[in-house]
């Protein structure tokens, strides 16, 4: 099973969102590498939610429900099925940022990307962060 980290800003589309709905398509992403890492997900690989813009933390943990399938007519994007697991965290990017163990993180390397691989120690990490201190 392969992590990832996804991005929404809050005021488009939430945790709290997703939880309501039980699932949604993760589409309208139109980065080519953010496109990239859509196409390598499958079902079963969890992602870390992560609500960009003010808020900025990682909040929830989703399941990928299904293969990437095409966004839009022409077929050049993917959207990707996804559920709410649970809600963790928050866990603040200054956060991450202060970790350590996180330093090589795409979040932090590419910020602007919203799809992006998360690896294994970063995965446990973050989940550790988010239990809090003890």
Known sequence: MAHWLMKSEPGT?????????????WDGV???????????MKPGDEAFFYHSGDERAVVGIMR????????????????????????????????????????TMELIRQSRLSVSPVREEEWAAVLKMAQGPG
Do not use: M, Q
Request: proline share 9%; charged share 30%.
């Open 13 to 25: 589309f939430s945790w709290d969102d997703l939880v309501r709905d039980g699932r949604t398509d």
């Open 64 to 103: 990928v429900a299904g293969d990437a399938a095409p966004d839009g007519a022409d077929g050049a994007w993917v959207k990707v099925p996804v559920e709410p697991v649970r809600a963790i965290g928050p866990v603040t990017l200054k956060a991450i940022k202060a970790e350590p163990r996180l330093g």
């Open 30 to 40: 139109r980065n080519p590498a953010a496109r990239l890492h859509l196409k390598g």
